[in-house]
């Protein structure tokens, strides 16, 4: 067990060298110039997705948890910007991929009943459609706490493992965070999208005589699908850069050097990225997000044209 600790206190000082010393060109220019401007850029993106979703009036469960998501994206992005030039790692936010795991099964199950493209009559009033988003929450919470005690600041001013940090129960708390929050959920999305895409090809097969309700729920899931398939493409790789795995492929010679924070660094900025292009799809594929956000444009434009002529 001594041993044990002393090596995962080993691989921890390895890393804070690491992230001191070792400025290679793409650890340097992802952590201090990349991600603080994807997060800036980020931030903006996904409060202009609440603001036009809280002026479309859409009253559907997606649509709440693409709300959810939405706050989950700005909340991150907020907290990492500043993180970047003290090159500290990304934290894996479980309310991103626990919303998209759940907005991928409503709205595969939404499909499959082929109801309504917006309203759920029992839904629509009824506060069990709340439920979901509360475990979110909470789960997001809950699987977060832990990391505020794993560290403890030395009397020289060095950060280094506390005794809880070092305990084998927090080596166990990492392994069930790391499967219930990045492994199950991720293949979870996969699957569930896949049925979705099955669902989508059977009733664009169908879309010459339906109606254009039909065609709108065929794009809001084809724009969820392509929004999956973003998250799960940047979220893949990052949990083969955690300590326990990687040493098991690489060596525990390997863990913490600068090719692994080069890795490290390069999926950080992948899944800023997946936080960040929701808009993009949202322009896209839904056609009341485009004319919200162009109503908006034009209302501020005429708003500054009618002020720079009072001024004059």
Request: proline share 4%; charged share 10%.
């Amino acid at each position: 067990m001594a041993n044990g600790k002393q090596q995962l206190q080993q691989q921890f000082t390895r890393f804070r060298a690491t992230s001191r010393t070792s400025f290679c060109r793409v650890t340097y220019i992802g952590y201090v110039w990349v991600q603080p401007a994807v997060c800036l850029v980020g931030a903006v993106l996904n409060a202009l997705n609440l603001i036009v979703f809280r002026r479309c009036v859409l009253k559907s469960q997606t649509f709440n948890y693409l709300a959810v998501l939405a706050v989950c994206d700005l909340m991150s992005l907020l907290f990492l910007a500043p993180l970047g030039p003290f090159r500290c790692l990304t934290v894996t936010d479980p309310g991103g991929i626990l919303t998209t795991a759940a907005v991928s099964i409503e709205r595969c199950h939404h499909v499959s009943r082929r109801s309504h493209a917006f309203n759920h009559p029992f839904l629509e009033n009824n506060p069990i459609q709340y439920l979901p988003l509360a475990f979110i929450a909470s789960a997001s919470i809950a699987m977060n706490i832990p990391f505020f005690f794993n560290t403890t600041l030395c009397d020289d001013g060095s950060i280094t493992l506390s005794a809880f940090g070092q305990a084998p129960g927090y080596t166990v708390f990492l392994w069930i965070r790391l499967i219930t929050i990045k492994f199950v959920p991720l293949l979870l999305v996969v699957i569930v999208n896949s049925i979705l895409i099955v669902l989508i090809i059977r009733s664009n097969l169908k879309s010459q005589t339906s109606s254009e309700v039909e065609r709108t729920k065929i794009r809001i899931s084809a724009m969820l699908v392509s929004i999956s398939a973003v998250y799960v493409s940047c979220h893949v790789m990052e949990p083969f850069t955690y300590s326990a795995i990687y040493g098991v492929i690489n060596g525990a010679d390997q863990v913490h050097n600068e090719a692994h924070m080069t890795l490290m660094a390069i999926t950080n900025i992948l899944e800023l990225f997946s936080m960040t292009c929701n808009f993009v799809f949202y322009c896209i594929f839904y056609k009341p997000f485009q004319a919200t956000l162009g109503h908006m444009f034009k209302r501020c434009s005429s708003q500054t044209s009618t002020n720079g002529l009072g001024e004059a």
